[in-house]
């Protein structure tokens, strides 16, 4: 059984085990690796959102710069003109928590002043270290991903002496950290960065292992959607022509997440939220049955 966490905050709560919890992925870029441009518009954007509560997002993952790999950073200041209109109006319309995709401070500050209500920050607040400040400013939950470099170079060799080990101590350290800057432990959740900084192996070991970081004793965060070492292992099996149809990606997707969430996941964050919604209908009944 994973344990229960219930995270309460500015309005929002979030009871962590008993079901799991999907993170809706808004991404509000051109460029992102798998839906860059198709929610570049405001409206677009927004009734995108809409759609992912209605499918059973619990929260709304909203991004304005893209992580994948090799891709470069983008200027605060176009992040802020993507995601605060988007943020400002879906706020208004949704109930569920929206949370701000962001390695920069000054756009967490500016998405939390405009409705956004959770950091998820791939740089586990490494990248800019006012962010700390921010979060425990505003008393939100963060986030904190395990990355190896940045997403310029992050998949260039990744190499780990022990990968899980190496991963659990990273935690360790930065908890430890964001405790010292003003951050709750309570609003921290942790989150093992599949594919950043990752080899093809790195991620199946992290999802076959994914209890261990329970170990740490906070919620965790998985996020496989779309991800390389999937459309590889699709490929390798059934050749290119399935491997470019992002129908099949998402498919691919939900045995990782039904495995994830078996070992420990609280949370999910994916693209295709409504066939997520009915995997973990299903694990959820499988791991709660007595």
Same mark, same amino acid.
């Given at each position: ?32 690796? +798998? ?5 570049? $518009? /405001? *409206? =677009?954007? &927004? %009734? ?46 949704? +109930? ?5 995709? $962001? /390695? *920069? =401070?000054? &756009? %967490? ?55 899980l080990t190496e991963i659990k101590d990273f ?40 209890d261990t970081f329970g170990e740490i004793d ?73």
């Amino acid at each position: 059984m994973r344990k229960t966490y219930r995270l309460k905050w500015n309005g929002h709560t979030l009871e962590l085990g008993p079901q799991t919890c999907i993170m809706g992925i808004l991404n509000v870029t051109p460029d992102s690796f +798998s839906d860059g441009g198709k929610f570049f $518009t /405001t *409206d =677009a954007a &927004v %009734a995108h959102g809409e759609k992912l509560v209605q499918e059973g997002a619990g929260i709304i993952d909203i991004g304005g710069e893209s992580t994948r790999p090799f891709s470069a950073p983008v200027p605060l200041e176009e992040q802020i003109q993507r995601v605060i209109p988007v943020i400002k109006e879906l706020s208004k319309r949704i +109930s569920v928590p929206i949370s701000i995709d $962001t /390695t *920069d =401070a000054s &756009v %967490a500050e500016a998405a939390l002043g405009e409705g956004a209500s959770i950091i998820n920050d791939i740089g586990a607040m490494r990248l800019d270290h006012r962010m700390a400040d921010v979060a425990a400013k505003y008393g939100v939950p963060v986030i904190l991903m395990h990355m190896k470099g940045t997403p310029e170079n992050m998949q260039i060799a990744p190499f780990y002496g022990n990968l899980l080990t190496e991963i659990k101590d990273f935690f360790l350290n930065m908890v430890t950290s964001a405790e010292a800057r003003g951050i709750k432990r309570s609003n921290i959740i942790i989150d093992p960065g599949i594919g950043f900084g990752k080899t093809f192996d790195h991620n199946l070991q992290i999802v076959k292992h994914l209890d261990t970081f329970g170990e740490i004793d906070l919620p965790v965060l998985l996020g496989p959607s779309r991800k390389a070492f999937i459309k590889n292992i699709l490929k390798d099996h059934f050749g290119d022509e399935l491997f470019l149809k992002h129908s099949m990606i998402d498919a691919g997707t939900q045995p990782v997440i039904a495995v994830s969430v078996l070992n420990g996941a609280h949370i999910v964050r994916v693209h295709d939220v409504a066939a997520t919604s009915v995997t973990i209908k299903i694990v959820d009944e499988i791991i709660n049955c007595r």
